[in-house]
């Protein structure tokens, strides 16, 4: 496993032009002379790599901020944040008000506990971090490479003819554990020395570097390192007060980062948004509960062990678990159900067969869930699937302004008539894809939007960015369940169901209305995004467990099976649509996309982003979103992810975005997008490779989508 991953990120390395070399056992001993290679398979060496002094590059940044006008004061602490109707306004030190539009929190540590005192939500907490600097060691090479042995949790470096041993451990010590509060004054404190608990990780440094072993140790340092929630940083503004950014939750690799991390923010603040993919330091990745301190102190036991530890595909955390769980989540249970987490919410990756434990076996290669998820794509086609989509974000939008202002921010023309859903993209100024969403006509002068869950909060503060206050606007994500009833038997399940007609005649694809189950009202939704005949049942959350059990009880006649995420996410990959945050982000626009046909310039608004786009129509695309198989497909084999390099004949052209594979077309199946412009048809002649684990698999280009491209099964 571990091989495989190095392997893969110095492939995925060739996309960054990051130069990185796979070595042998021998290359190894050349660059480290000092290490044992007992139990080395091989290792990557980045000759660009180094280290730097601390104090040395922050006062150099320092000076080169100076030159160009910008004034430090040091110990000048900040007492408060001001704030004025939602704002930014200034910052009190001294007890004088320094006014500012902006501000930037990049204060490590202390951000969670200052953004706490203005209602500002800031998931980080330290946690206990040790190294070792040894005494001098003689005949210690002056030029030896920093030392990182992951499956030990170690890391080496070479300082001044002494070697440094630090550890990211696999379950860590939540730092100031009996206040939850770090003291103001603790800037370069360290704690006592916990011996005990870094013992077994010294241990393991003399085997892999004996000559530690006979050296003394100079220095036992303990000191607090603050994490985040899924060990990524914490960048850009949050929903809570507008012109307030952060940047903060470096997770020890704050060195490395700071540079580009600087840069991002600063290109934030002043276009009031990004044009790169870096949803995964969006703090409005998280929610309010992220920062709860019996959530995160708990969590950051494990993710400071994430640096180090594997970083399996389709991994789960297992701290901080079932904080959110919907009413019919024993039912779930009882299907056979392994959950994941979505948005907070405990949503079912897939479902055991033959009563096996609900569990995931990582892997690199064949997945453990293959079987269910072989069981519930096929059955979805052939029969019908039940999907629990209630973790989809959900807002409700109400006004005589409404629609005015959806046209104002959506690139579709938006149907202003009730019972009628818009597909549709929102922009940023340039042009760059924001959103993907669905806005549904409920009633007059009142729409709700559908999103995905992991979008819950940037979708939120996007739409807010640019509503008005005449519009009412309010989140029912918590309030609302939703079933997905998809397939070819979904009609008849549907007319079992309820006594309202279901015919394509009386309810078409595209359209919804208000229906009784049971005498429970029901919003139904004749959409799916798996590419079946299907229906979107939205309902009350407290009577959700109900329907969910009239539905599982109903549908045992049309061989009805319980579907999970990962079923989802593949046949969606067949039907070729897309998904934000993997195969689109403000890095992309709608027609590198394939996304043109969301784009209404017919309708006489000027929204947001319509000026860049208009551009973008006039010039020829750099980049195009495509659809590849492998030639010869095996399930696992390789296992396609994202972040691949895609060749054309002996170049790489583009990077994968999205990777599967169907049991029900037998092939690995790859989105992604590459520079090359030529027509669809003309690039099926050329020869296409996916590279992974630095092996190259040929490729065949797709000019439509596996499943129903002429959507006449989902329109039947």
Aim: one cysteine or more; charged letters at 30%; aromatic letters at 12%.
């Amino acid at each position: 496993g571990r091989w495989q991953e190095l392997q893969r990120q110095a492939t995925t390395a060739q996309l960054f032009d990051v130069h990185v070399e796979v070595l042998n056992i021998n290359q190894i001993k050349k660059i480290y002379p000092v290490i044992n290679e007992k139990d080395i398979l091989g290792g990557i060496f980045m000759p660009g790599d180094g280290q730097a002094d601390p104090i040395g590059v922050t006062n150099l940044l320092a000076k080169a901020a100076k030159e160009l006008g910008v004034k430090i004061f040091e110990k000048n602490p900040v007492e408060k944040i001001l704030v004025k109707n939602g704002r930014v306004s200034g910052v009190k030190v001294h007890n004088q008000t320094i006014e500012c539009e902006y501000l930037v929190l990049s204060t490590g540590m202390w951000s969670r506990q200052i953004g706490e005192e203005l209602g500002v939500s800031i998931p980080l907490y330290p946690a206990e971090h040790f190294y070792i600097i040894t005494e001098p060691i003689k005949d210690l090479p002056k030029d030896l490479a920093v030392l990182r042995d992951f499956d030990d949790r170690l890391y080496l470096k070479e300082d001044a003819g002494k070697l440094l041993v630090g550890v990211f451990e696999g379950k860590s010590i939540p730092a100031f554990g009996k206040t939850n509060k770090i003291p103001n004054d603790f800037s370069f404190g360290e704690f006592p020395e916990n011996f005990d608990h870094f013992e077994p990780y010294l241990e393991a440094s003399f085997k892999r570097v004996p000559l530690i072993e006979k050296a003394g140790i100079r220095k036992f340092f303990a000191g607090p390192e603050s994490f985040t929630p899924d060990t990524n940083t914490l960048l850009g503004e949050v929903p809570e007060i507008r012109n307030f950014f952060v940047c903060c939750g470096f997770n020890s690799i704050g060195i490395g980062s700071g540079g580009g991390a600087g840069k991002v923010t600063a290109e934030w603040m002043i276009n009031g948004h990004i044009n790169e993919d870096l949803f995964i330091y969006d703090i409005k990745r998280f929610q309010r509960f992220h920062s709860e301190i019996n959530f995160i102190k708990e969590r950051i036991t494990e993710t400071l062990g994430d640096l180090y530890g594997m970083h399996w595909p389709y991994k789960q955390h297992k701290t901080s678990r079932n904080k959110k769980l919907f009413p019919y989540h024993e039912e779930l249970k009882k299907a056979g159900a392994c959950f994941g987490v979505s948005s907070g919410y405990e949503r079912p990756l897939w479902f055991t067969l033959n009563n096996e434990k609900p569990e995931l076996k990582y892997s690199y290669n064949y997945q453990n869930w293959y079987p269910s998820v072989e069981f519930e794509t096929k059955n979805a086609r052939k029969n019908v699937g039940l999907f629990d989509l209630t973790a989809f974000s959900k807002y409700d939008l109400k006004g005589e302004k409404t629609h005015s202002e959806l046209q104002k921010i959506c690139t579709a023309n938006i149907k202003n008539e009730i019972g009628k859903t818009t597909y549709t993209q929102m922009l940023n100024e340039d042009g760059g894809i924001e959103t993907d969403l669905t806005v549904v006509c409920m009633d007059k002068n009142y729409f709700r939007i559908v999103t995905s869950a992991a979008n819950k909060e940037h979708d939120k503060f996007h739409i807010l960015k640019y509503l008005s206050k005449e519009v009412e606007f309010k989140d029912v994500t918590d309030e609302v369940a939703c079933f997905g009833v998809f397939g070819p038997k979904s009609r008849k399940l549907m007319s079992k169901l309820s006594n309202d007609d279901f015919s394509n005649e009386n309810f078409k694809f595209g359209t919804c209305k208000e229906i009784k189950i049971n005498n429970k009202k029901v919003w139904a939704q004749r959409l799916s995004y798996v590419g079946e005949l299907g229906f979107e049942l939205y309902v009350k959350m407290k009577e959700s467990k109900e329907i969910y059990n009239l539905i599982v009880e109903k549908g045992k006649e049309y061989n009805l099976s319980h579907c999970g995420m990962f079923a989802m996410d593949t046949m969606r990959m067949e039907k070729g649509y897309l998904h934000w945050g993997h195969d689109m982000s403000p890095e992309e626009n709608q027609y590198e996309a394939g996304l043109k046909f969301a784009i209404s310039f017919k309708k006489n608004i000027d929204f947001v982003g319509k000026k860049a786009i208009e551009k973008i129509k006039n010039k020829k695309i750099k980049k195009m979103m495509v659809m590849l198989t492998l030639k010869n497909s095996k399930p696992g084999s390789p296992l396609l992810l994202h972040d691949e390099p895609i060749y054309c004949e002996d170049k790489i052209v583009g990077r994968t975005t999205s990777g599967n594979y169907s049991f029900n077309y037998k092939k690995n199946m790859s989105f992604g997008y590459i520079n090359l412009v030529s027509s669809v048809k003309e690039l099926t002649k050329k020869n296409f490779f996916i590279e992974v684990e630095k092996k190259q698999y040929e490729a065949f280009l797709h000019e439509q989508s596996l499943h129903d491209p002429q959507n006449k099964i989902i329109k039947s």
